[in-house]
């Protein structure tokens, strides 16, 4: 049985692995926090070269409008592998994936709905 910051650690591997895999580059910064039923997982330094291009290229609206159209696009077409990865790692169903993107910060976040909370051991005090 694994602890809190080992399942922690397990999603952030898998979901960088997503993100080089599918969408061509990894994060700069991955953090997961697992919050009862909830795994909430902070990228940062996600936008590509191209994705900078285009935001500060376009009007404001019209850039951020389009690159959340195709993040999302993306996210919902690899729902299955992505939920399929965090079910492997918790052990627990997902129930619901939540995404956004920031295109000023270049932070991406995901939320994981789980069907109920993981069990894990304590970790040993050092």
């Known amino acids: 049985m694994r602890t809190q910051g080992e399942i922690e650690s397990a999603i952030c591997e898998v979901i960088s692995r997503f993100e080089q895999d599918y969408m061509g580059r990894g994060p700069k910064d991955i953090r997961t926090y697992l919050l009862g039923d909830l795994i909430v997982v902070r990228l940062k330094g996600v936008l590509?070269?191209?994705e900078q291009h285009l935001v500060k290229s376009l009007p404001p609206e019209?850039?951020?409008d389009l690159l959340k159209q195709v993040r999302t696009h993306l996210i919902e077409t690899a729902r299955p592998v992505m939920e399929a990865m965090v079910q492997e790692v918790t052990g627990i169903k997902v129930l619901s994936l939540h995404h956004d993107i920031s295109t000023g910060?270049?932070?991406e976040v995901v939320l994981f709905t789980l069907a109920e909370m993981p069990v894990?051991?304590?970790a040993k005090k050092r």
Do not use: M, V
């Open 120 to 122: 894990f051991r304590e």
């Open 105 to 107: 910060t270049g932070e």
């Open 62 to 64: 019209k850039g951020r």
């Open 48 to 50: 590509t070269a191209a």
